[in-house]
């Protein structure tokens, strides 16, 4: 490595989410002094950032912070003197569609930057772009590389005006001695990102998590942030050449990505799973949420001045969320010399183990599952009749209330319903294995014959459950034989008494009465398990006291007699 000594580069946006590890790995790899460029007026470190690379280099002098506005020409000229390179990486947030904002950072700010390299013989300029540039929203992007054309409309205002920040960069190169090349990291996250993993997380507390946008099948580029970082340093490397190395380096645009491609909401779910959410699983197409997108972004127009939060649903976003984006790395590896270092699944488990803090809160008891799960078996059974996963709670009652109309309601015997059932039944998976694996770009999800055999594992977990009530059933009928347990013998008459009741409706009326109660009873019960078994206690007390009374009088009435 060459020492930093009075060699100093630049990094614009340098509090930024990439731009942050830039700044560490810089100082890190002892290449240069560096100034980090933002615009507070002071740094503000973070606990690690204190005791860390950032807060020692700080502290000894190789690393200094500049209060600097991009839009103020006479500070980017006083933060880029006496620097050998300039890592321009400072945008607003993507997320904001704002055009004057996006315009005056992207294009006017980077003219400055430039205006600013070539007035000072800064050497060498790599400027951090956006595979969004040659996004238009509309069609995906299989493998894109370098040579795809800026479309006639970009997806948004950001998109837009980073087209022409890169084509600016692109365009100063040779001016005055000046190298500049152009980065597209696709689709950044990690440790200390701001935007993806905690919008994710906030979303699925709002129970907003569980859809997806589109056929859930678009494929991905994304990027851990130190191979972003890693591409930067790379890129500099190659510019700071001497002979055909840089001059094949210079005044290119490179994409930078992880080289493994992967389904957008795949990704997505890992995250969410990784922090003990739900994973997303209804799908919705991108032109049923559009409208809506349209009318949110309208509706940001017009309050937006008012202090209404930027939306997350916009047109842009839903077109995002929906297509597939994946881009070549071949020209890096070639001309920069790029290849990650850091694999997707790897970056995937420092990202979520960097977010701990925001982990779903999964409630769980001192003395392991409540009653109610116990009840019901602590399967599928409990996850349903509990609400623990909503989803396929509602699909049982949805299941159940067709079977009712169209078999129970219109007052069919056992034996015509069941003929009904299963008739109906066959249809289906007739019909269902006679479509086609794709209809109208959805995949139509076929049933493995799996599903229909029972398993050897699956027989003897049934035939043990069966086992065991019958021994069990055997053992109250012989606690009962006895005659010792009042507790029991209640619980049994009790029980035989609201056999009885039930047996005196029809199957219409118990499947009115009954499965409604099912679904409300035993979350009633889990939530209020504490009230409800201190309530049979009193009144199984009640019942021995009184008991105890009836069996004492009895004595003393036989003596008298006696």
């Known amino acids: 490595m060459v020492s930093g000594g009075e060699r100093w580069s630049v990094v614009t946006g340098g509090r930024g989410f990439a731009a942050r590890h830039l700044v560490e790995m810089l100082i890190r790899y002892d290449m240069f002094s560096v100034r980090v460029a933002d615009l507070g007026p002071e740094i503000k470190l973070e606990p690690h950032e204190e005791h860390g690379t950032l807060g020692q280099a700080l502290r000894s002098g190789r690393a200094v912070y500049v ?24 945008a ?20 400055n930057i430039i205006d600013a390299c ?37 997806n948004d205002s950001y998109s837009a005006t980073k087209a022409e920040g890169e084509a600016l960069v692109l365009k100063a190169n040779g001016k005055n001695g000046l190298l500049t090349c152009c980065i597209r990291p696709s689709s950044i996250f ?32 994304f990027t851990y942030v130190e191979n972003v970082a890693h591409g930067h340093i790379c890129a500099e490397r190659a510019l700071a050449s001497e002979g055909a190395v840089a001059e094949k380096a210079a005044g290119q645009a490179y994409f930078i990505t992880n080289t493994e ?17 739900e994973r997303p699983s209804i799908k919705i197409p991108a032109c049923v949420m559009m409208p809506i997108a349209h009318l949110v972004e309208l509706t940001y127009k017009l309050l937006g001045p008012y202090g209404m939060k930027v939306p997350q649903l916009t047109p842009s976003r839903i077109r995002l969320l929906s297509c597939s984006r994946t881009f070549s790395c071949s020209k890096a590896n070639d001309r920069l010399g790029y290849t990650p270092i850091v694999p997707l699944q790897e970056g995937l488990r420092r990202t979520i183990d960097s977010y701990q803090h925001l982990r779903a809160e999964i409630k769980t008891r001192k003395d392991g599952p409540s009653k109610a799960s116990i009840l019901l078996g602590n399967g599928r059974v409990a996850d349903t009749l509990l609400w623990r996963d909503k989803r ?40 269902h294995g006679k479509l086609p694996q794709k209809i109208f770009g959805y995949k139509i999800e076929k049933i493995p014959e799996s ?19 019958w021994n069990s059933a055997v053992n109250s009928l012989k606690s009962l034989c006895r005659g010792t347990d009042w507790v029991l013998f209640l619980k049994v008459v009790s029980s035989l008494l609201i ?34 078994e201190h309530f049979v206690h009193e009144v199984i007390s009640c019942v021995s006291k009184l008991k105890s009374n009836i069996v004492e009088k009895v004595l003393i009435s036989s003596k008298k007699t006696q």
């Not at 000229?77 to 321009?88: Q, T």
């Not at 956006?130 to 970009?154: A, L, R, T």
């Not at 594992?457 to 043990?464: F, H, K, R, Y």
């Open 499 to 532: 056999l009885s009741i039930l047996g005196t409706f029809s199957l219409r009326s118990l499947f009115v009465i009954v499965l409604p109660i099912a679904f409300v009873a035993f979350v009633v019960y889990e939530k209020k398990e504490e009230e409800i």
């Open 67 to 90: 209060s600097m506005d991009l839009r103020d020409k006479s500070q980017v000229l006083k933060a880029c003197e006496g620097a050998e390179a300039v890592f321009h990486m400072a």
């Open 392 to 431: 396929q709670t509602l699909i049982t009652a949805l299941v159940l209330a067709a079977l009712y109309f169209n078999f129970i309601a219109v007052g069919y015997s056992v034996i015509t319903a069941t003929s009904k059932l299963l008739l109906v039944a066959s249809i289906f998976l007739f019909i």
């Open 118 to 154: 070539v007035e000072l013989r800064v050497k060498r300029l790599i400027y951090t772009s956006s595979p969004s540039v040659v996004f238009d929203g509309v069609h995906g992007i299989f493998n894109g590389d370098e040579s795809m054309p800026y479309p006639d409309k970009h």
């Open 261 to 277: 491609p992967i389904k957008f909401w795949e990704f997505v779910s890992l995250i969410l799973e990784g922090l003990g959410y």
């Open 451 to 469: 599903k229909f055999i029972v398993s050897e594992e699956m027989s003897l977990q049934v035939a043990g459950s069966v086992a065991l009530l």
């Open 92 to 111: 607003p947030d993507s997320s904001i569609n704002n055009y004057q904002l996006h315009h005056s950072v992207n294009v006017q700010g980077t003219k």
């Open 190 to 221: 990690g440790p200390g990102d701001r935007l993806l993993v905690p919008s994710l997380v906030t979303a699925a507390r709002a129970g907003k998590s569980k859809f997806i946008i589109g056929d859930g099948n678009n494929m991905y580029d």
